[in-house]
């Protein structure tokens, strides 16, 4: 099987993008004659036009869409994606660049580095893109001279070693094909390898690496009575029948029985294939869970650190609501925070932004209201990517990243039942602990987490309610104003009153010890516990910002009690 190289264009406009491509089709014998006919003028072939597809690009002279194209040379067959140069156009070069494994960057040697160039270099960087190249193009322009290409190159170089990657810099003439795929005469001086000898030596990792990632799709049973298959595309990895995995968020063990890709039989699969799978438990297994190996799992998460290239119309600020889609899950989401912002002329971040306006890079973080399963994108490019939509114009409008994922407390590790399945149903008389409704006044998400996880290592149920889900589901609806805020509290009281009743430590943020003890009290007048906690020294302390151990010191004298 011929290795396979992704690549994607890259740069500002009229760099000649377009007519490089058109070359690279050319010399490698690419090109079917029909269509080098249709582009054929008095002064040669118009390589642009065997590119640029859309009437408007052709009228306009500049790309709009993401053309894909095909070649090969004797090394390796190529997906090429032509990216648009131009700044309006940025979220297509977001999706030119996706998969690929290396990024083009064109810059014309009389305009040097502009700002578009260090945007789409940082995208690429940002995308994981592991290799980048560049091209200084329209050398016969300024008659091959090497200073003006030494100039252009120290740019580049200058790029490269703010982004932190390794860069190749190419002085070419696409139009007639200088150090493209033939060594030009006309530059003695360049000792290097021509772009499609770098292009042809350069690594491409192998199918198949990494732990397991199978994101599943689809569930069907094709025959009456015969067993669920599970199908889905292989984010990474390798599966065989027999192999143990574990369906997350849920944590469930089982194995594999049988394996079909659909057009023919095979004992083993290999990323990016697509699968179909049976189970050998009757497991609650649907659209956006994911099936990995045991000894090495993905993160199970509501709250993400990530980076994003802002692609709406409309400006970016923090607390906006969106559908994240990653893998084959959609969730409500609220963006909480924004961190940093890119400066494209300087590749610095600036701190704390107010917004994301179009074609913005930052950082931001992002809280849903279900679980996701997702990876660091520098480990895993399809289980550590996502994008935001609109839930009103259905328009996307941001491609994100994973930098960091928050674990949730608890996902992803259920305790031994049936089929490896976490069951907790006791009957109310049968329940090992009485519930609780605990308020934290003033404390931060990270408290209500760590203390879910304290009490769950102590074999008490336990669930926080994040203030962020519940704003991004919940309480979707609701403002910031004052009555929207008496209505935040009263929901979030009445879901802490259903799970304390159901024998669980419910925890729960609060703005003011008034308002918790105003919402803590239904709680405590049907019978349950419920707590205030305001600072270290119990409910009863000045107002302050309580930690884990001062959490559980208060339920436990409230238990007491």
């Known amino acids: 099987m011929r290795e396979l190289l992704r690549m994607a264009t890259a740069g500002s406009v009229d760099d000649g993008k377009s007519t490089l491509i058109g070359r690279l089709l050319l010399d490698t014998g690419s090109l079917p004659t029909d269509h080098l006919a249709a582009v054929d003028g008095p002064d040669g072939p118009d390589l642009a036009a065997l590119s640029d597809g859309l009437r408007a690009e052709r009228e306009q002279g500049i790309t709009i869409d993401v053309a894909y194209r095909f070649f090969s040379t004797a090394a390796r067959n ?19 660049a ?20 260090r945007r789409h270099a940082r995208i690429a960087t940002l ?3 592991p290799h980048l190249v560049a091209a200084v193009n329209k050398m016969d322009l300024v008659d091959f001279d090497r200073g003006a290409f ?56 192998p199918p198949g690496e990494g732990g397991l990632r199978l994101p599943v799709q689809w569930v069907s049973r094709p025959v009456a009575g015969a067993r669920r298959s599970y199908a889905g595309r292989l984010a990474a990895g ?30 083993t699969a290999l990323a990016p294939l697509s ?13 956006g869970d994911v099936l990995t190996a045991p000894e090495d799992p993905p993160v199970v998460t509501r709250e993400l650190r990530a980076q994003l290239c802002w692609m709406g119309e409309e400006p970016l600020r923090p607390g906006q609501r969106l559908l994240l889609k990653h893998t084959t899950r959609t969730a409500r989401a609220q963006v909480t925070a924004l961190h940093d912002r890119l400066d494209p ?40 990517a996502f994008v935001l939509v609109d839930e009103h114009t259905h328009a996307t409008v941001a491609a994100g990243v994973v930098r960091e994922a928050v674990p949730r407390a608890g996902a992803g590790r259920p305790a031994e039942g049936a089929e490896g399945v976490a069951r907790w149903t006791p009957s109310r008389a049968a329940r090992p602990h009485r519930g609780a409704a605990v308020w934290l006044v003033g404390a931060a998400p990270e408290v209500l987490r760590e203390a879910e996880a304290a009490l769950l290592a102590a074999g008490r149920p336990a669930y926080a309610l994040d203030p962020g889900n519940v704003r991004a589901g919940l309480a979707e609806d609701l403002g910031d104003g004052p009555a929207e805020r008496a209505e935040l509290v009263r929901r979030s009281g009445h879901v802490a009153r259903l799970l304390a009743d159901a024998g669980l430590v419910a925890l729960v943020a609060a703005g003011s010890a008034a308002e918790a003890r105003a919402a803590a009290r239904p709680a405590g007048e049907a019978g349950l516990t419920a707590v205030v906690v305001t600072a270290p020294g119990g409910p009863d302390a000045p107002s302050g910002a309580p930690g884990v151990a001062d959490v559980l010191a208060a339920l436990a004298l409230a238990e007491e009690a």
């Open 78 to 96: 190529y997906v090429l994606a032509d990216t648009p140069g131009h700044v309006r156009y940025t979220r297509n070069m977001v999706t030119g």
């Open 98 to 117: 996706s998969n690929a494994h290396l990024a083009m960057l064109l810059v014309d040697v009389r305009a040097g580095v502009l700002d578009q160039t």
């Open 127 to 129: 995308l994981g893109v």
């Open 150 to 205: 030494d100039r252009v190159r120290a740019e580049l170089h200058d790029v490269a070693e703010r982004l932190g990657v390794p860069l190749l810099v190419v002085p070419v003439a696409a139009k007639h094909g200088d150090n493209v795929a033939v060594r030009s005469a006309r530059t003695p001086w360049w000792d290097g390898p021509t772009l499609l000898e770098h292009l042809d030596a350069v690594d491409v990792p």
């Open 238 to 267: 390798t599966l065989r029948a027999g192999d143990e995995v574990v369906v997350l968020p849920s944590g469930a063990r089982t194995r594999v029985t049988a394996l079909d890709a659909l057009d023919e039989e095979r004992e």
């Open 275 to 287: 699968v179909s799978v049976q189970l050998a438990d009757d497991l609650d297994v649907g659209r």
């Open 345 to 384: 002329a300087t590749l610095a971040d600036v701190t704390s932004p107010e917004r994301l306006e179009l074609n913005d890079i930052g950082t931001v973080t992002v809280r849903t209201a279900v679980d996701l399963v997702v990876d660091a994108y520098t480990r895993n490019r399809d289980t550590g």
